[in-house]
Protein backbone atom coordinates (compact mmCIF):
# COMPACT_ATOMS: atom_id res chain seq x y z
CA UNK A 1 0.00 0.00 0.00
CA UNK A 2 1.52 3.59 -0.54
CA UNK A 3 2.08 5.82 1.85
CA UNK A 4 2.02 9.50 1.53
CA UNK A 5 3.32 12.53 3.91
CA UNK A 6 1.73 12.09 7.67
CA UNK A 7 0.88 15.62 7.51
CA UNK A 8 -1.93 15.03 4.77
CA UNK A 9 -3.94 13.55 7.41
CA UNK A 10 -4.89 10.62 4.60
CA UNK A 11 -5.67 7.25 4.86
CA UNK A 12 -7.58 4.46 2.17
CA UNK A 13 -5.42 4.88 -0.87
CA UNK A 14 -7.57 3.57 -3.90
CA UNK A 15 -5.27 3.20 -6.81
CA UNK A 16 -7.69 4.74 -9.42
CA UNK A 17 -5.40 5.03 -12.48
CA UNK A 18 -1.63 4.94 -14.26
CA UNK A 19 -0.54 7.13 -16.73
CA UNK A 20 2.56 7.64 -18.82
CA UNK A 21 4.24 10.00 -15.77
CA UNK A 22 1.99 8.92 -12.92
CA UNK A 23 -0.34 7.26 -10.67
CA UNK A 24 -3.29 8.31 -9.39
CA UNK A 25 -4.99 8.01 -6.14
CA UNK A 26 -8.45 8.39 -4.18
CA UNK A 27 -7.87 9.13 -0.53
CA UNK A 28 -9.77 9.80 2.44
CA UNK A 29 -8.68 13.29 3.97
CA UNK A 30 -8.95 13.53 7.97
CA UNK A 31 -12.68 14.95 8.14
CA UNK A 32 -13.69 12.47 6.26
CA UNK A 33 -13.65 14.36 2.52
CA UNK A 34 -12.35 12.31 -0.65
CA UNK A 35 -9.16 13.92 -2.21
CA UNK A 36 -7.17 12.50 -5.07
CA UNK A 37 -3.44 12.19 -5.16
CA UNK A 38 -1.21 12.57 -8.40
CA UNK A 39 1.65 10.36 -7.31
CA UNK A 40 4.52 11.44 -10.26
CA UNK A 41 6.90 8.46 -11.56
CA UNK A 42 10.95 9.23 -12.36
CA UNK A 43 10.61 10.08 -16.02
CA UNK A 44 12.54 12.66 -18.41
CA UNK A 45 10.09 15.73 -18.58
CA UNK A 46 9.24 15.66 -15.03
CA UNK A 47 9.05 19.45 -15.14
CA UNK A 48 6.43 19.24 -17.10
CA UNK A 49 3.88 17.97 -15.37
CA UNK A 50 5.33 20.27 -12.38
CA UNK A 51 3.91 23.41 -14.39
CA UNK A 52 0.82 22.21 -14.05
CA UNK A 53 0.77 21.86 -10.94
CA UNK A 54 2.05 25.37 -10.05
CA UNK A 55 -0.77 26.72 -12.49
CA UNK A 56 -3.36 24.57 -10.31
CA UNK A 57 -1.57 26.07 -7.05
CA UNK A 58 -2.04 29.64 -8.63
CA UNK A 59 -5.71 29.02 -9.56
CA UNK A 60 -6.03 28.64 -6.15
CA UNK A 61 -9.21 26.98 -6.54
CA UNK A 62 -10.57 29.06 -8.90
CA UNK A 63 -12.06 26.97 -11.79
CA UNK A 64 -9.81 24.49 -10.99
CA UNK A 65 -9.40 21.94 -8.44
CA UNK A 66 -7.26 23.49 -5.32
CA UNK A 67 -4.28 21.62 -4.24
CA UNK A 68 -4.15 21.19 -0.83
CA UNK A 69 -0.67 19.59 -0.43
CA UNK A 70 2.54 18.50 -2.22
CA UNK A 71 5.90 16.80 -1.32
CA UNK A 72 8.87 17.22 -3.34
CA UNK A 73 10.26 14.09 -1.64
CA UNK A 74 8.06 11.64 -2.98
CA UNK A 75 7.15 14.00 -6.29
CA UNK A 76 3.82 13.59 -5.23
CA UNK A 77 0.30 16.49 -4.93
CA UNK A 78 -2.78 16.37 -3.35
CA UNK A 79 -5.98 18.03 -4.71
CA UNK A 80 -9.34 18.31 -2.82
CA UNK A 81 -12.06 16.81 -4.97
CA UNK A 82 -14.96 19.50 -6.05
CA UNK A 83 -18.08 18.83 -4.26
CA UNK A 84 -20.93 19.96 -6.73
CA UNK A 85 -22.79 23.16 -5.09
CA UNK A 86 -26.22 24.20 -5.19
CA UNK A 87 -27.88 26.50 -7.82
Not at 6 to 34: C, N, Q, Y
Amino acid sequence: MRAFPERWKVSAPEFIAETVSSRIWKVVREDGSPAIVKDLKPFDDVADDLRGEHFLAWRCGEGAVPVTGCSRSISSSMATMPRSRPR
